[in-house]
């Protein structure tokens, strides 16, 4: 099974900037899909960026222009760089990985930004 570990989740000012980390116990080149999704108290859970093995990226149209979606290999790692925080980006955060057909979560890290 593959393994998620997240990190970076924090409080923040509105404005101001936070960097999420997802590490796979496996290497990421198996890995057909990584992804952040994120879900806000009483709201659906919702995909916000997504990159593939060959490095092609997709974002919500909410978070477009100042989120990025960045891969490092080596480290087996996705990162998740959040610029121009609003305070609606504040949810739980959730890695999510396919490899093959089976998909995995992360255990989910808190962000929460002030107005």
């Known amino acids: 099974q593959v393994q998620l570990v997240e990190s970076g989740g924090g409080l923040v000012q509105a404005g101001g900037s936070l960097r999420l980390s997802c590490a796979a116990s496996e290497n990421i080149f198996s890995i057909n899909t990584m992804a952040w999704y994120r879900q806000a108290p009483g709201k659906q859970r919702e995909l916000v960026a997504g990159?593939?093995?060959?490095?092609?990226?997709n974002y919500a149209d909410s978070v477009k222009g100042r989120f990025t979606l960045s891969r490092d290999n080596a480290k087996n790692t996705v990162y998740l760089q959040m610029n121009s925080l609003k305070p609606e980006d504040t949810a739980v955060y959730y890695c999510y990985v396919r490899q093959f057909t089976i998909v995995y979560w992360g255990q989910g890290t808190q962000v929460t930004v002030s107005s």
């Open positions: 990159i593939t093995r060959d490095g092609n990226t």
